[in-house]
């Protein structure tokens, strides 16, 4: 797996973590806002930082990793700058969803849930996006795009990566 991680670059932020956790000390019940709020300042949720929010708030590593893994929203790994979502759901994948995750997976030599050396891509596969009129359809960073092929995915991906987007 290609995952691009700065070294210690969410240790960084300590204090800012610390002074966000201190507010929910021991409040298991509070897991899902503090894991928003932290990963609001640091971009992702790594496994050492899970660590830690889990001892603040009383409670153990597993439950830290089963909401992340659970809530889409989420992340244990950096995002690229570039954040590709790719919908899977039932019209898109009909529609040939699959055959432009894996031109985009060959492509750029990534997988869902990676993101590229360079940290200029990520790539993830949601299960809806809610624009099914325009199945297959993806988004980057937020802007969808529809009616999609192999060829037209990797062609608006590179209008991204040549600034023309």
């Known amino acids: 797996m290609k995952v691009v991680e700065k070294k210690n670059e969410w240790q960084e932020k300590t204090e800012e973590i610390d002074n966000i956790l201190k507010n929910y000390k021991d409040d298991s019940?509070?897991?899902?806002?503090v894991?928003?709020?932290?990963?609001?300042?640091?971009?992702?949720?790594?496994?050492?930082?899970?660590?830690?929010v889990a001892n603040s708030l009383n409670t153990v590593p597993g439950d830290v990793s089963s909401v992340i893994s659970f809530y889409s929203h989420f992340s244990e790994f950096p995002k690229g700058e570039y954040q590709i979502a790719i919908c899977k759901g039932t019209a898109c994948y009909v529609k040939g969803s699959q055959k432009i995750i894996e031109k985009i997976e060959d492509k750029y030599g990534i997988s869902a849930g990676e993101s590229t050396e360079d940290g200029k891509l990520s790539l993830e596969v949601v299960r809806c996006l809610g624009a099914c009129g325009l199945a297959p359809v993806m988004t980057i960073n937020g802007r969808a795009h529809g009616l999609l092929n192999p060829e037209k995915a990797v062609g608006i991906i590179e209008k991204y990566l040549n600034g023309e987007m």
């Open 35 to 52: 894991l928003h709020k932290v990963q609001n300042l640091v971009g992702y949720l790594p496994k050492e930082l899970q660590k830690k």
């Open 29 to 33: 019940s509070s897991l899902i806002e």
